[in-house]
């Protein structure tokens, strides 16, 4: 049953990426395409609506609908939108494997300060809208459809032979799993290594880019 | 569906709408407090003919924008234009949901928790979706298409990033005292323990300074500092489209005055109340009236401050957030740790 809800949802989300491409100008379409996909998906699967699975789908659509409008859309200003979207479905995704500690880092670190340093470049460089979408030229399109058909094989492949098991059991983890006390503790004692290493490199890139920029006032 | 599932999603839509419309309703007032007290520190009246006191001023506002006529200037990134109020106006009304107003209450045989959501990391929500904030204000600056509002915005975001980073660091000891995230513990802490204000005012203050800047208040309202830039981020926007902003400016003063309240405030703690011995469902009524009291007093400072102090200069303001506020959050950190590492040995 799941598989056929991840199987619809990716039908939809290529018949909607077709619709952009075939015809950019006509956004309305392609929301239709997405709006009536979605509902009959729901209807298809409505007594599913209370398991965990149903709303792990719900959230990947949005991620990947997010992922394919960075790419599609015309206007960069919009791709970062989009692109803060998608870092908050990935949070999504920690709070339903029961990471709540991760989840609220995955949104002030990357939706709240990395992307606004994104946002910024984008806005003073004030690109223009791009006419449409670019077709990559000659090789690169026959290059992409094919590993994409490779993909497609690839992903109906693992959906087909999956194990009994669920993907994942949250019930089953250990209470304190993903709270701050319990990260922390594994932070300061078995990963502590690993964790001084990665503050030293943010540190080297810190003084590095401080040098980088000071070198003309000198 | 399963009766369980169904209580739940009961009380939290009940307890969700409840919060809305105490909300949306503080923030109507608060328009009118704000020109009144405005008129009286001024030595003026204020809005005093509609209705009793000018009670009913909010209202003949809200009728006032909602007819008023919502240009879309020509030259704007419509999407973007049109979402930007919204995407400020959110992140102010989510935050509230961690924070607690009153202990934990006994209705219809089920102890109900006053508050939204009791979740395990209250304060990194609460700074998570104050750093969303931001997008709203750049975004409006961007997509109006006008050099002003852009340069607001640009300052508006340089100064909310500047100042949550001493906010956060604030926050920590607070966090340090507590041993914990979650907001519900933070308050019995202080219960048992005494207010975070009385022995960790360094970071009270610099809390408070902190939220004026995060919410665009005097004297740091240098987004929309009007001799210089118009109106800033809000240049091109009318009707209620503008007054979103505002409703947004007022939320957003809402929940810093509710944080400063449950932070180093004791939250709904009343002193003393516990050896009167009342009936629970009195003492609940007491302390929740107590918060909001304490809310209010903030409020009413962030009013007073607004019509006292005047504006700070730009270089001025990045300054006191980086070579004030940064190092002085830093020093606090280290001395609550120590205070915190003694009164533990």
Redesign the interface.
């Known amino acids: 049953m799941v598989v056929r809800l991840l199987l619809g949802l990716i039908f939809v989300l290529v018949a909607f990426a077709v619709v952009r491409a075939l015809a950019p100008a006509r956004a309305a379409l392609a929301g239709i395409v997405l709006g009536a996909g979605a509902v009959v998906l729901v209807a298809l699967n409505r007594q599913a609506i209370?398991s965990v699975e149903f709303w792990a789908g719900l959230v990947g659509f949005a991620a990947i609908l997010s992922a394919l409008m960075i790419v599609i859309h015309p206007?960069p200003?919009?791709s970062v939108?989009f692109l803060?979207v998608n870092l908050f479905s990935v949070a999504l995704f920690y709070l339903i494997l029961n990471a709540?500690?991760l989840?609220?880092?995955q949104?002030?670190v990357y939706?709240?300060?990395i992307m606004?340093l994104f946002?910024?470049v984008v806005?003073l460089l004030n690109l223009k809208a791009e006419e449409g979408l670019r077709g990559g030229g000659g090789p690169q399109r026959y290059g992409a459809v094919i590993l994409g058909g490779l993909f497609a094989g690839l992903m109906f492949h693992a959906l087909r032979n999956r194990g009994p098991r669920p993907y994942f059991e949250p019930g089953s983890f250990d209470s304190g799993f993903g709270?701050?006390r319990e990260l922390g503790r594994l932070l300061f004692t078995r990963y502590l290594f690993a964790f001084e290493a990665a503050s030293l490199l943010l540190i080297a890139a810190m003084i590095g880019a401080v040098v980088l920029a000071k070198r003309r006032l000198r | 569906m399963d009766p369980a599932v169904t209580r739940v999603l009961v009380e939290a839509s009940v307890k969700i709408a409840l919060f809305f419309g105490v909300l949306l309703t503080v923030i109507a007032y608060m328009t009118w407090v704000e020109r009144r007290v405005s008129a009286w520190i001024q030595d003026r009246r204020g809005p005093n003919r509609v209705g009793p006191f000018g009670l009913l001023q909010p209202l003949a506002d809200g009728i006032k924008f909602l007819f008023k006529e919502a240009i879309t200037p020509p030259h704007v990134y419509r999407p973007v234009y049109l979402l930007a109020p919204v995407m400020i106006f959110i992140p102010a009304l989510v935050t509230f949901s961690v924070v607690p107003i009153g202990p934990a209450v006994t209705l219809f045989g089920r102890r109900i928790p006053l508050l939204i959501a009791d979740v395990d990391n209250g304060v990194l929500i609460i700074l998570a979706f104050a750093s969303m904030g931001v997008y709203g204000v750049a975004l409006a600056g961007w997509s109006s298409n006008n050099k002003y509002s852009l340069m607001g915005g640009l300052r508006s975001s340089a100064q909310l990033i500047s100042y949550e980073l001493a906010m956060g660091i604030a926050i920590v000891g607070v966090l340090m005292a507590t041993g914990s995230l979650r907001l519900t513990d933070i308050v019995t802490h202080q219960i048992a323990n005494g207010w975070n204000a009385l022995w960790q005012l360094p970071g009270f203050l610099i809390f408070v300074i902190a939220a004026f800047a995060e919410t665009n208040r005097l004297p740091f309202d240098l987004p929309e500092a009007e001799t210089e830039l118009v109106a800033g981020y809000h240049t091109e926007y009318s009707g209620m489209r503008f007054s979103m902003f505002y409703m947004a400016e007022y939320a957003n003063m809402i929940t810093a005055s509710a944080l400063a309240t449950t932070l180093y405030l004791g939250g709904y703690h009343v002193p003393g109340l516990a050896a009167l011995g009342l009936p629970e469902t009195a003492m609940v009524i007491v302390q929740v009236l107590a918060f909001c009291l304490k809310v209010a007093f903030f409020l009413f400072v962030f009013v007073w401050v607004r019509w006292t102090l005047p504006r700070f200069r730009y270089d001025q303001l990045m300054n006191l957030g980086w070579k004030g506020l940064l190092p002085i959050a830093l020093a606090h950190v280290l001395w609550v740790s120590f205070l915190v590492l003694a009164g533990r040995a």
Do not use: D, K, R, Y
């Open positions: 209370t206007n200003m919009v939108l803060i709540q500690f989840a609220a880092i949104v002030i939706a709240g300060a606004v946002l910024f806005m709270t701050a």
